[in-house]
């Protein structure tokens, strides 16, 4: 009998189709290393895209692969009829406030039409989603540090509303197709991340103070610079977010992803500086009001789940990865696009000033290790 079902079994295992998973947003900077990895563990990725803020020089190393696809659409449109899925990531929105903020309406219409779509798709194919919150949705936090049950204090009509509020309605809407519908969700609140394939010209504070570093520009610092920020390294993140795709079915978030131990801007910009060895002075500047005061995560997952701080923070792994990868906030051919001259000049000297490895790297596990 146990012969039988082993004939029986083993083939039909061999013959099972891969898993689908459609990356909504799949050619920006976390959604192309997201399909890397579904890539690798032998998933076939259909990857759609708009290209806004995100590029197919991010993907191009996967274009010809046989279980690779790209697609070129808005998810803010209805998605064709013919699309299906087993596993739906939601990665599409502009991230970086300098994009965001030039299309708000587009960006709240990615948020919302685009993640209901995104929804009926799950709800049709009977597919898993996973939607990419963030930690903005905690607006300029009263609660410090944030924990996923605080609600969070957000401005409605305040120039950054279109992506918090936009984010806070994707959550909502989650809930909404998991009560009513039964689509089976998760939903994970990013803290900042960095990492290859970032653009150094989105505004976020890793890749402004690097560039800023390495032309010997000027430093800005608003306030005394004392607002607080976490950094995540990406691989860490799409750990933990895989990891929390395959956590039970009843987990579903909302869950803090990213790293708990926190940095001053001030603590950065120096730490930037002296390890470029640059001579940029810290100009100070007055706290802008949509600046954040602080934020850093803390994870409520609770024990029985696997995507516990610890199974995704490992120490282990942080230190094998902090020695061994390379950093590089921008890829080769990012750099042989002559309209951004800047990425060819931050790269040339990232270059030559390999000890930034090891503070990016230092940013992110101190504390683990
Ligand atoms: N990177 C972070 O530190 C961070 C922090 C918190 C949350 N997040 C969230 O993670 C997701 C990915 O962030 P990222 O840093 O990779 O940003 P990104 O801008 O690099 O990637 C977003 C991708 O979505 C695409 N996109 C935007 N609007 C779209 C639309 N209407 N239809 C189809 N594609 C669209 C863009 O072209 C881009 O490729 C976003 O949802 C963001 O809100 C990121």
Redo the contacts with the bound molecule.
């Keep these: 009998m146990k012969r039988f079902l082993f004939c029986i079994l083993i083939p039909l295992a061999l013959c099972a189709s891969p898993k689908r998973a459609l990356v909504?947003?799949?050619?920006?900077?976390?959604?192309?290393h997201l399909c890397d990895r579904l890539i690798d563990q032998g998933y076939e990725v259909l990857c759609?895209?708009?290209?806004?803020?995100?590029?197919i020089r991010?993907i191009e190393h996967l274009m010809n692969h046989p279980r690779f696809s790209f697609l070129e659409?808005?998810?803010?449109h209805p998605l064709p009829g013919d699309i299906a899925a087993d596993e739906i990531f939601?990665?599409?929105?502009?991230?970086?406030p300098i994009?965001y903020q030039k299309s708000p309406v587009?960006?709240i219409?990615?948020c919302v039409l685009?993640t209901m779509h995104l929804l009926e798709l799950a709800s049709r194919c009977k597919a898993k989603i996973f939607q990419?919150?963030?930690?903005?949705v905690y607006g300029d936090p009263l609660e410090h540090p944030q924990k996923e049950s605080y609600w969070g204090n957000v401005n409605p009509i305040g120039i950054r509303a279109c992506?918090d509020e936009g984010?806070r309605c994707a959550e909502t809407l989650c809930f909404d197709y998991h009560r009513e519908f039964g689509v089976a969700i998760k939903v994970a609140?990013?803290?900042?991340?960095?990492g290859p394939?970032?653009?150094p010209d989105?505004g976020?504070v890793i890749s402004n103070f690097i560039v800023q570093a390495l032309n010997e520009d000027p430093i800005t610092i608003y306030g005394k610079g004392e607002q607080t920020r976490s950094f995540?390294y990406v691989s860490d993140?799409i750990e933990a977010i895989l990891k929390f795709m395959a956590s039970p079915e009843d987990f579903t978030g909302p869950v803090n992803l990213?790293n708990p131990s926190e940095r001053t801007m001030l603590d950065l910009a120096q730490k930037v500086i002296a390890f470029t060895g640059s001579k940029s002075p810290l100009v100070f500047r007055p706290l802008l009001k949509t600046i954040r005061k602080c934020g850093f995560p803390i994870f409520l997952s609770p024990k029985k789940h696997s995507i516990g701080r610890r199974s995704y923070l490992s120490t282990k792994g942080c230190k094998r990865r902090s020695n061994t990868f390379k950093m590089r906030l921008f890829t080769k051919k990012q750099v042989n696009n002559s309209r951004l001259k800047l990425m060819k000049d931050f790269y040339l000297s990232y270059c030559e000033r390999k000890k930034l490895t090891s503070l990016l790297a230092e940013i992110s596990w101190t504390h683990h290790l």
């Design positions: 909504a947003g799949g050619a920006g900077f976390l959604g192309s759609i895209d708009n290209l806004y803020t995100g590029s991010n659409l808005d998810i803010s939601n990665l599409a929105c502009p991230a970086s994009r587009q960006t219409r990615t685009g990419a919150s963030t930690s903005e992506y984010k609140r990013i803290f900042n991340t960095y394939r970032m653009r989105d976020r995540c993140l990213g």
